[in-house]
């Protein structure tokens, strides 16, 4: 036991040296949509067919050196809706990132991530909420606007694991869509 407390002290002191010499911080402000979200629950009370989510949120990143990194962000969905029913979602993720600094004013970046979607369906008189695990894979450049200020275009492909509210066999579990986003991303 002793031997693996003085091995993470000494790798949480060699990390925060990497750290310390690539100090790099970033808040981004998003939009995101996409244009083919579908859940067939079993019960066509519930199904959506061929929705655009559109929606913003905000992430950070912390590079951990010149190259690799971490990240988090949050994205609200709003404004689904068919027949009677109102979809809304929020989706939270985090994972890793690689990026490329400095190609003249770009930063090229990829990263993956795993999380989770909380699903709120809507009704007159009946609200549902619901969880489904997320991943995503993607990437996308960051154009330097000014010092510190860099205008994001990225593309990520969304797995997200859709609610059982049915209990039908035949239901969707899995919707994979396509997000584009833009933004702005500031360095500190």
Avoid: C
């Amino acid at each position: 036991m002793k031997n693996i407390l003085v091995a993470a002290v000494v790798l949480f002191g060699v990390g925060t040296a990497m750290a310390q010499s690539f100090p790099q911080g970033e808040l981004q402000v998003f939009y995101q949509g996409n244009r083919s979200f579908d859940y067939r629950s079993g019960s066509p009370a519930f199904d959506i067919r061929d929705a655009g989510l559109k929606g913003g949120g905000f992430g950070f990143a912390y590079n951990i050196t010149g190259v690799f990194g971490l990240w988090q962000q949050m994205g609200f969905y709003t404004g689904v809706k068919q027949g009677g029913l109102d979809l809304n979602l929020i989706n939270e993720m985090q994972g890793l990132l690689v990026t490329k600094r400095d190609v003249g004013p770009f930063n090229f970046f990829a990263k993956g991530g795993v999380g989770f979607t909380r699903y709120v369906f809507e009704q007159p008189g009946f609200t549902l909420v619901s969880y489904g695990q997320t991943f995503s894979y993607g990437g996308g450049a960051q154009i330097r606007l000014s010092p510190g200020f860099h205008l994001l275009l990225e593309l990520n492909q969304m797995a997200m694991g859709l609610p059982d509210i049915t209990g039908a066999r035949d239901r969707a579990k899995w919707d994979s869509n396509l997000l584009i986003t833009t933004g702005i991303a500031i360095h500190f």
